[in-house]
């Protein structure tokens, strides 16, 4: 029933920064755990980070090996919005991106994931 909503995506060269965007609507935001997730062509779909619900008493983030210290996932429940903060940007990182949900933990692998957004691409090249 949470519907959610990437932006933010775009061309990006190597180095650079760029910040993405998931609207969530349908439900209140600080009732889902949200992750980012990304998928390259020819690939899987693979985690990237994700964020508990604000409240949580867990872990608040976890990241994947290969963007910790360059990705940060942040939330503003106010606005409904999950953020992806993405520094120090290579081209290995080109792929659609995907917020995702899910109500009791933060999803890790796509049989987690109870709602999907519709993918915003991102794309690092000189």
């Known amino acids: 029933q949470v519907q959610l909503v990437e932006s933010g995506g775009g061309l990006v060269q190597p180095g650079g920064s760029l910040r993405l965007s998931c609207a969530v609507s349908?439900?209140?935001?600080?009732?889902?755990?949200i992750s980012w997730f990304r998928q390259a062509p020819g690939k899987e779909r693979e985690f990237v980070a994700g964020l508990s619900r604000s409240s949580w008493s867990g872990s608040s983030a976890v990241y994947a090996d290969d963007v910790k210290g360059r990705f940060t996932i942040s939330r503003d429940d106010a606005k409904s919005t999950v953020y992806l903060q993405m520094n120090s940007l290579k081209p290995e990182d080109t792929a659609v991106y995907y917020c995702?949900?899910?109500?009791?933990?933060?999803?890790?692998?796509?049989?987690?994931?109870?709602?999907w957004g519709q993918g915003t691409q991102v794309t690092v090249s000189s």
């Open positions: 995702a949900a899910h109500p009791s933990a933060i999803p890790r692998t796509e049989a987690d994931v109870t709602s």
């Open positions: 349908g439900r209140p935001a600080n009732t889902y755990h």
